[in-house]
């Protein structure tokens, strides 16, 4: 079986499409059949050395952190799942392994695959469905009318966590580039800010809970745009990110809480039964053949490569 691997960190140069033996499932491990595979940034932060405490020891590492596909086999321990099951699922950060033909899940990150989804589409709902989940969520529950700023609302957690938001009544203010608008509208963003057009950090606007999925928002920035209770959610955990948001929670009504997510069984089966009931539309913008993947990740890492909702690769 094919299998996308790297010996040393680096950039996309490092990547090898390895020919290796097809694993056998332990006991409470499924053996998948890939059929996509969702595109990440943690894919690269890992191949790139950034993530190096999470990321496992020892080489060769693999690649790939959710998918869908066809169950294969399973351990003699699994009784949710067998062979020809649909599934989607997640693999954690020390054992990624998406791009490939096969792929080795346990079964507690795994739920089977609602039938209204393709592959495609499957396999780019976990880790940006649990983000947008795990953000929406921190909506302050004192609040009645709730107004949500989302900065990046068309990409691939910004769409999922606009319909969350609205799922539980919030007015949804969306920043989105000229090209993404007729999405927005189709996923039901209330107020749409073309960011060509307005500064959103110069609005007098106030709102309870802001959503950065751009990276193009910071929190001294956005602060000025909270209400008094409002809550920032920091999708890019790190050590000064925790503590910035310690000293700054100690002495604030307004809170940044940094999101470190980690996607659980609940998450996926309550994203599963909102899509079942047509409540989430799940876009997938761009697919690209996993044997194309040296030439499309630099390009999706750079941000040349533009698009609505996740991409993903297909095998």
Same mark, same amino acid.
């Given at each position: ?148 700023? !989302? =900065?990046?609302?068309? &990409?691939?957690?910004? #769409?999922? /966590?606009?319909?969350?938001? *609205?799922? +539980?009544?919030?007015? @949804? ?65 790190? !050590? =000064?990110?925790?503590? &910035?948001?310690?000293? #700054?929670? /100690?002495?604030?009504?307004? *809170?940044? +809480?940094?999101?470190? @997510? ?54």
């Amino acid at each position: 079986m094919k299998k996308v691997q790297y010996q040393q960190y680096g950039g996309a140069e490092v990547i090898q499409m390895n020919e290796v033996d097809k694993p056998v499932p332990a006991a409470t491990e499924v053996l998948i059949k890939v059929k996509a595979a969702g595109i990440n940034e943690l894919d690269w932060k890992i191949r790139n050395g950034d993530l190096k405490i999470t990321d496992g020891k020892g080489f060769p590492k693999a690649m790939g952190c959710e998918l869908a596909g066809i169950v294969e086999a399973v351990g003699d321990q699994v009784q949710d799942f067998k062979a020809d099951d649909e599934v989607l699922g997640w693999l954690p950060f020390d054992q990624l392994g998406a791009y490939a033909d096969f792929a080795l899940v346990t079964q507690e990150r795994l739920i089977k695959k609602p039938t209204t989804l393709h592959f495609k589409q499957a396999a780019a709902l976990p880790m940006v469905g649990a983000t947008a989940r795990q953000a929406i969520a921190l909506l302050p529950t004192s609040i009645d009318r709730k107004r949500v700023l !989302i =900065n990046g609302a068309s &990409g691939g957690v910004g #769409h999922i /966590a606009v319909q969350l938001a *609205k799922g +539980k009544g919030a007015h @949804v203010t969306g920043v989105v580039g000229t090209h993404s608008i007729p999405f927005a509208e189709k996923i039901g963003v209330d107020e749409i800010i073309d960011y060509h057009k307005t500064d959103i950090t110069k609005s007098e606007r106030k709102f309870d809970l802001i959503l950065d999925t751009s990276k193009k928002l910071p929190f001294n920035k956005a602060l000025s745009l909270l209400s008094d209770e409002g809550i920032y959610v920091d999708l890019q955990p790190s !050590i =000064n990110a925790f503590m &910035g948001s310690f000293f #700054h929670n /100690a002495f604030s009504t307004r *809170k940044r +809480k940094v999101l470190g @997510v980690a996607v659980k069984k609940e998450d996926l089966e309550a994203l599963a039964e909102a899509v079942e009931k047509d409540h989430l539309i799940v876009e997938v913008g761009k697919t690209y053949p996993l044997t194309d993947i040296k030439a499309v990740l630099p390009q999706i890492e750079s941000g040349k490569e533009r698009f609505t909702g996740k991409a993903v690769f297909t095998l």
